[in-house]
């Protein structure tokens, strides 16, 4: 019997109208390809109906831009398989996956390779069910991003399909795209371009050697100044040892420290987390990654002198090391991250057009501490609850408003946009993380130039010239 490929969308299908950002779609039908060919087959139909797809992986993106706008859902959760593991001449180390492939999926995968020494994928946005597809088209910024650098520099080569089922291997550097006169990597643009060209089929991973020594530290000040200089002054140092070195610094501010405390006994993977003082303004986790115990030491004993220094509580200061603890304070972080959907899911139940509502600012040292205590000080005059975390090794900080009324949710966005149009170039841009999607877009529009814009469509309309992939991400082609 043939195998059916699209399905109408009825109720069974309800939780794909949505990702972790609670903005709910509308679609009229769905797929869920387990192979490139039946990709070809499923963009046969959509494309002689005119109909646009939308892509999903994980949907655990937070912005919407997995959240169908109208036509066709194509999920690629069934397409999680790992195709092949090879060591180029120079010694590096190489997976070729399937897009929708976890996170968690792609670790037992390496795990199980049979190789001299261990070996990983760094990217890590935190959430293990988010997928290699996902990650590599939202370019998602894990924590380690500060010793590893971006997603996307640990992918050598993508495969993609267009709308009329065209085929093309990319590799970085080697197939260019004129726009407006420039000349723009290929693979770059559908790398981290929210699945607005075309689908992903196949990802080579560049896989790195696992360090052998993981070490945590929670640094805890009473002062939020404090934490953040003592971050600054990290990001400032060299702490290179024998080869082991920083590899995240993440803050938490008191709001989310408190929401933590309050769910502990609810959420088992960090109800064995140590409690936190209520005194407590921020915390730094400072994370080590090498292969040699000393080395690594070394760097802890001179972050305690940095922390004392900023009268971070000594008393209060938590250490980890080995992978089963590492992962108690990875989930941890990643309870934090869930804090704002928590609460979006909450206040949805009495108004559903409330959805999460977070802004991003990357900046450099004093002008990240100046726009934080501004934002701070507009957020208290106008009555709303926020809080503030992330990755701030690498200068980015995530402010999310915890609404609890529809009024206090158009208030919180028109706060953002505010400061989009406001955001002065000099001291940075309110930046891409975490996506853009659909309910970034109005903040993201504001803050680029007309250009880039320009760049943007000229794009789209040579690289899917019937507008058929994800409608309504990042620009609105009419
Ligand atoms: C608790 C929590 C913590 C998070 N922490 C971080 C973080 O630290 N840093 C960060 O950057 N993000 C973070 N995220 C956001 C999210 O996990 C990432 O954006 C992730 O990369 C999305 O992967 P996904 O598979 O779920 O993609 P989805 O949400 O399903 O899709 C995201 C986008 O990618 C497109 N897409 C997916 N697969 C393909 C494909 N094969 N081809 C073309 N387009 C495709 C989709 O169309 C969509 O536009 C977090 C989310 C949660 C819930």
């Keep these: 019997m043939k ?4 399905h109408s969308m009825d109720d069974t299908y309800h939780e794909y109208l949505r990702d972790e950002s609670k903005m709910r779609g509308a679609a009229d039908s769905i797929s869920f390809p387990e192979s490139e060919a039946e990709i070809g087959n499923i963009l046969r139909v959509t494309r002689e109906n005119r109909m646009p797809v939308t892509i999903q992986g994980g949907k655990t993106g937070v912005v919407g831009s997995a959240v169908p706008s109208r036509g066709h859902i194509m999920n690629l959760s069934l397409m999680n398989k790992v195709k092949s593991f090879f060591i180029a001449e120079a010694g590096e180390a190489f997976l070729k996956v399937e897009p929708g492939i976890t996170l968690n999926e792609l670790r037992k995968a390496i795990d199980r390779l049979e190789t001299p020494k261990a070996l990983f994928w ?7 069910t988010a997928t290699v597809g996902g990650i590599a088209s939202t370019d998602a910024k894990g924590i380690c991003f500060h010793l590893y650098g971006k997603s996307t520099s640990h992918i050598s080569g993508i495969r993609v399909m267009n709308a009329e089922g065209s085929i093309r291997d990319l590799k970085s550097g080697q197939d260019a795209i004129v726009i407006n006169g420039k000349s723009k990597d290929l693979q770059d643009v559908y790398l981290g371009g929210e699945g607005m060209y075309g689908v992903i089929t196949e990802l080579t991973l560049r896989l790195m050697p696992k360090p052998r020594e993981i070490w945590g530290i929670g640094f805890f000040f009473e ?3 404090d934490g953040m200089s003592f971050s600054d002054q990290l990001k400032a140092t060299s702490f290179e040892v024998q080869g082991a070195n920083i590899a995240a610094i993440e803050y938490l501010d008191h709001t ?5 405390e309050r769910r502990k006994n609810e959420l088992t993977k960090i109800k064995h987390i140590p409690d936190v003082a209520t005194r407590i303004a921020t915390m730094v986790y400072v994370e080590i990654h090498g292969d040699q115990e000393e080395a690594i030491e070394e ?3 001179a972050l305690m002198t940095i922390g004392s220094s900023f009268n971070g509580d000594p008393d209060q200061t938590w250490a980890f090391s080995g992978e089963p603890e590492i992962d108690k304070m990875r989930n941890f972080l990643h309870a934090a991250a869930e804090i ?3 609460h979006v899911e909450k206040v949805r139940s009495e108004d559903h057009r409330i959805t ?11 002008g990240l501490k100046t726009w934080v205590s501004r934002i701070e000080k507009t957020l208290q005059k106008e009555n709303l609850k926020a809080g503030y975390w992330g990755h701030i090794g690498s200068n980015r900080l995530h402010i999310d408003i915890l609404p609890g009324s529809y009024g206090e949710f158009v208030k919180g966005r028109t706060l953002f946009e505010t400061w989009a149009e406001r955001f002065p170039a000099s001291l ?6 975490y996506g853009i999607g659909k309910l970034k877009k109005s903040i993201f529009l504001k803050t680029v130039s007309k250009a880039y814009i320009e760049d943007l469509h000229q794009m789209k309309k040579q690289l899917d010239k019937h507008n058929l992939w994800n409608p309504g991400n990042m620009i609105e082609v009419l």
Aim: glycine share 8%.
């Design 223 to 225: 002062d939020r100044e």
């Design 428 to 433: 940075g841009n309110a930046i891409t993380s």
């Design 256 to 260: 989310i420290i408190n929401a933590l």
């Design 3 to 6: 195998k059916q490929l699209i």
């Design 299 to 301: 760097i802890a004993e």
């Design 340 to 342: 704002a959907i928590l």
């Design 122 to 128: 760094p990217p890590d946005p935190s959430e293990s």
């Design 356 to 366: 999460k509502l977070g802004i991003d600012i990357s900046l450099e040292g004093d």
